[in-house]
Each structure stands twice: as C-alpha cells, then as structure tokens.
C-alpha cells in the first residue's frame, strides 16, 4: 500500500450504477457535492477528470459505528492515521473510534485529540466515542456532558471491551443519553457468567477444554439494557450482538416491551438499535480447533445456528448495521498461546466482502440493502447529517466504487494496518472497493490511499 497527494477537481464517473440497479449513468462531481446524473456518455465532462466507472457499483460511503484505532496509547498497534488508512481502503467514510485507549477517552480533553488528529489526516471522518465510566472503571459516570458540548461533539458513549455492568450506572447513562441526544453502546456481557471464560459455551469448548462464555451473559444484559432505555427514554446501541437468543430478545423489545408504558419524561419511549459484525455473520466456533489466536474474539465466535440467525435479523432489520469491531493487536498480543492472547480481529478492509460472501451471494441482501446496513442506518443512528446520504444531485459526493465481479485473496500483510491479525487469512472473497470518496475528493484508489494536502 502506497500513499499519494491529491487534488479536488471535478470529476465525472462515466458509466457508473448506483446501487447496483437500472442502466449505467454518469455522475459527475464537483465541489464536494453530486452536481448531474444522467445517462451514460451523455454528461460533457468540461474540465472534469473523467474515470471509467463501467461494470463498477456505487455506494454511499461507509460508516462504521464500531472501530479500535488504539491511539492513544498503543501505537504499536494500530494509530489514527493507519487506521483511516485501512477504513479508506475498506469503503469507509466514517468510524467511530472506541474510547478504550491509553488513558481512556472518558474527557473532553481526551475525545477532542482523537477528533483533532482524524482531522489532520484527513482519510476518513473520525468521531471518537467517550466512556461511560471514568477509566472504563464501571464505578463512576464520566462527563458524558462535557464530552457531548466538546468540539468533538461526541455522538455516541461506550465501554466497549467491558460491561457497564451496575444496572443503575446503566440506567443513569441512558438518563443522559436522553437529555444530550447521544447512544449508549453497550458490550453486553455478565462479568460474572464469564471469569476466565475462553469461548463460547458449547460442545466445541468442552472438547478442547476451554472455559465456556454462556450466550445467558449476553442475553441477559441486552434484555435488562432494553427496559431500562425503554422506561428512560434512553438511547441504547447493543455492540455485536452474537446469539439467536438476543436476537429474540431484540424481536421482544421491539415488540411486546415497546407497547409496555414508560417513566419518560412526555411518554417517550426509548429506542434500541443493534450491530452485527462481519466476523459473525461469516465464522463459527468450528474455527477454533487449532487454537490459533487469530480466531480469539470477544464476544467469542458462536454456533452455526447462531450465525444463521443473525443474518436472517439483519436481513429483517431486526439488527440494523453491519459495525466491523476493527481490533488491531500487536505480535505479542497474538502471537501466544490461546489463554493469553487478547480478543480481536482487524475488520475494516475486509468487511465489505464478507457482507457480499454472507448477505448478497446468498440472496438476503441486494446493493441497496448493503448501503442500507452499511451507510444509511448507521449514519442514521448517531446523527449524521452529511453521511449515509442518498445518491442524488445536491448531495455530498461521499461514496465507494465497488467492482461486484472481483474476487481477492485476503492477506493480513498487505494491510495498511499496523497489524495483520485477521481471521480470513488466505480466504477468497467477493467483491472488490476500487475507490473511496469523500466529499469529492479520491481518499482510497485501485488500492492505493490518497492523501490530501490543502494548500491554503
């Protein structure tokens, strides 16, 4: 992966298709913005730049409402910059970067580093989300408001990596949320269903005795967190959901609870959201038989059952993104044996593929579906004005070039992560990003990130 400067001329994508549907059209851009679309070969290019878009599908740009870009604090695993680098080359526009750093994001100053710095590199929108809890600590409610009133404006709050377990710390953040307009994300997880769990909690972990982390751990905590934002009138974010039995619980609140009075102030009800990851939707405890740590994750890979499910409910819109938990580690943090090892895989590059491979190969999605779980709903979810928009004329130019015909060889080395550690080592996928946009502007081309300079 290579990087080079770039400009912001006009530019037309000749023979383009917009969510994958109708005839071919040309879409011209200029000034950051969708200026014309209209048939193909029919839009005079003027001064534009024009590329040859034919066979390509455009998307509104990604975002990703679950991101670990370790900086600050563990740079050796990942930074801002290579981060952004890795979301650009991945379709995204937008990430949102978890708060569980070296100090904790659980300050106004800290949030407001995090944005400053996605600012200064430029390749994707960077929103950092705050903690919940003062140092992730489950004791405490950080300045949920001081963050929220930040120049980072924090949109979304979370201890992700650990419960907020204490259900009345849960029920004051949602109280907030409330009242700030912000989503309490939510890693659904009993602390004590899970001392020195390994992995999920099934036949796979008993015969290669591993201590089980019961689905019980995650349904129980989402359930107790929709009625709580349901008598709040609290805005609660289940973080990768990864059970059929939270899917039913998700079904319930959506449902029966959601017709059950609520304490909030005017009667509002409180609204509950979901994300799936890729690596969710794609792989199962099966994996685990070589105790490679590269297949270590929390919440841990489930059952086949499990994943069958969860595809279906994101089909349905019972769960309404797709969030990649993009988690870069350091050698040392991977390279060991099981027990030690930290959770995580990288996601960002990958993420779009495996949607492809589990939701449109198999007929549950079309193109408009993958902007819809993708772009569109998260986007919708925290408040973003000007991504996840349509493709139309007068709206921002963020999008993602798609080659729908492509396959690849995935190859942790070839990432522009710091790390390598994904689970699709040597995988062959469908689907290929050919360029990413911002804005107007080419961050991410054939492969290659493309970083601006302003020159003013």
Excluded at 73 to 82: F, H, N, Q, Y
Excluded at 195 to 213: F, I, K, P, T
Excluded at 242 to 266: C, D, H, K, M, N
Aim: proline share 6%; hydrophobic share 45%.
């Amino acid at each position: 992966m290579t990087s080079t400067e770039i400009d912001s001329s006009p530019v037309l994508l000749r023979g383009v298709r917009p969510y994958g549907e109708g005839e071919p059209v040309d879409l011209l851009v200029a000034d950051g913005r969708i200026v014309a679309i209209d048939a193909a070969g029919s839009v005079d290019a003027g001064q534009a730049e024009v590329v040859d878009a034919a066979g390509l599908v455009a998307l509104p740009g990604f975002v990703d409402l679950h991101t670990h870009l370790r900086e600050p604090g563990r740079e050796d695993a990942e930074t801002i910059d290579t981060g952004s680098a890795s979301a650009t080359l991945g379709g995204y526009t937008a990430v949102f970067a978890m708060a569980n750093t070296d100090p904790v994001a659980d300050n106004a100053v800290l949030v407001e580093h995090v944005w400053r710095r996605g600012r200064e590199v430029g390749l994707v929108d960077v929103h950092p989300v705050g903690a919940v809890t003062v140092g992730l600590g489950g004791e405490r409610l950080a300045e949920l408001g001081g963050m929220a009133r930040s120049a980072a404006q924090v949109r979304m709050f979370s201890d992700d990596g650990v419960c907020v377990a204490d259900p009345l710390l849960m029920r004051r953040a949602l109280e907030y949320s409330s009242v700030l307009g912000a989503t309490i994300a939510q890693h659904a997880e009993e602390p004590r269903l899970t001392v020195g769990a390994q992995a999920h909690e099934g036949e796979r972990a008993a015969l290669l005795g591993l201590a089980g982390w019961p689905a019980a751990a995650e349904e129980s905590i989402v359930a107790r967190d929709c009625l709580l934002a349901h008598r709040t009138g609290g805005r609660l974010h289940v973080c990768h959901v990864s059970t059929a039995g939270t899917v039913e619980v998700l079904r319930w609140a959506a449902g029966p609870l959601a017709a059950l009075p609520t304490l909030a102030a005017g009667g509002r009800p409180g609204r509950v959201s979901a994300e799936v990851t890729p690596h969710h939707l794609l792989l199962t405890d099966e994996r685990l038989a070589t105790y490679d740590p590269v297949n270590k994750v929390n919440p841990p890979l489930r059952t086949e059952a499990d994943t069958l499910a969860l595809r279906a409910a994101l089909a349905e819109g019972v769960i309404d993104c797709v969030a990649t938990d993009h988690a870069p580690h350091a050698p040392q943090d991977k390279d060991c044996e099981w027990s030690a090892a930290r959770p995580g895989m990288l996601g960002l590059e990958t993420a779009l593929s495996v949607v492809v491979e589990t939701m449109v190969t198999t007929g549950l999605l079309d193109w408009r579906g993958v902007a819809r779980v993708m772009s569109e709903r998260p986007a919708e979810l925290v408040g973003l004005a000007d991504q996840g928009r349509p493709i139309a004329v007068g709206e921002p130019a963020s999008l993602v070039l798609i080659d729908p015909t492509a396959h690849w060889t995935v190859r942790g080395s070839e990432s522009a992560s710091l790390a390598d550690n994904t689970p699709f080592e040597g995988m062959r996928l469908p689907a290929r990003v050919v360029a990413t946009m911002l804005r107007g502007r080419f961050t991410a081309r054939d492969g290659k990130v493309l970083r601006w300079i302003d020159s003013c």
